[in-house]
């Protein structure tokens, strides 16, 4: 199971790669063509955009780990590991069914952007604001795999030694 996650985290970080390559290149497209020659490509602006929240939405889901974030946890650090685990149990279980109680009202408003076209390229916004359904599911099911962890096996190391 650790070689199949392993491998799904690389194909992860292979497209967030991938996807920021293909921004610094139109941006790069973008300066020499308003520079160089002194004409700028119109679409290279709305491709960057679309990158960047493609960029955004789909590392905060499958590249960043909930340890990478800046956390203000001086409550949560203060208390006994007891607490800190039941703490953790209801902030997870508090996201998930937030995120779980937008899901279908923000498909539908994400499948209703279907009619509107971006203005240079033409691509469905539905199409440019679908990995936000993507973000949202996998945050969902990142924060109930969490709930179920810490109540098999507790408190991580990192999170349960006292500064």
């Known amino acids: 199971m650790t070689v199949i996650l392993t491998w799904l985290r690389r194909g992860a970080d292979a497209i967030g790669a991938l996807l920021m390559l293909a921004l610094f290149a139109t941006f790069l ?19 960057c955009l679309l990158l960047w929240v493609w960029i955004v939405f789909f590392g905060g889901a499958f590249i960043v780990r909930r340890t990478d974030h800046i956390t203000f946890d001086l409550l949560y650090m203060a208390v006994p590991k007891g607490p800190r685990r039941l703490m953790a149990i209801v902030s997870s279980l508090a996201i ?54 810490l109540l098999r096996r507790g408190l991580d190391e990192d999170e349960g030694a006292d500064a």
């Open 29 to 47: 497209l973008q300066i020499f063509s308003r520079y160089a020659m002194n004409s700028p490509f119109g679409w290279t602006l709305e491709l």
């Open 96 to 149: 998930a069914a937030l995120l779980l109680w937008s899901f279908l009202p923000t498909w539908d408003w994400i499948d209703f952007l279907r009619i509107k076209r971006s203005a240079t390229l033409r691509i469905p916004m539905r199409d440019i604001f679908s990995v936000y359904m993507i973000f949202l599911a996998a945050v969902i099911v990142g924060c109930l795999w969490r709930t179920v962890t």
